[in-house]
């Protein structure tokens, strides 16, 4: 005698938990990203000190933009290994 699994119906509640989650996950990222683009110069010369001011905004720019790259590449991973959990 095998049993089913058959997942309820989310109610209201959940899909707005949900909803809110996601929303507030989003904007604290968004703001973060909006951040470090405020303060890319400043960034820059500490992280990054050169002679010349254009390549240190550069390199800044350049780890903004792996940031950016490497968010869905990392919802890849980690949504193929925690499906399989």
Do not use: C
């Amino acid at each position: 005698m095998s049993q089913t699994f058959i997942p309820h119906a989310p109610t209201v509640k959940s899909r707005i938990g949900t909803i809110l989650r996601a929303t507030s996950g989003n904007f604290l990222e968004q703001f973060d990203f909006f951040l470090f683009g405020f303060y890319a110069s400043a960034i820059g010369k500490a992280f990054f000190p050169s002679e010349s001011e254009t390549a240190s905004l550069l390199n800044t720019f350049g780890v903004f933009w792996l940031g950016a790259l490497m968010r869905p590449v990392v919802a890849i991973v980690l949504g193929a290994y925690i499906e399989k959990a």
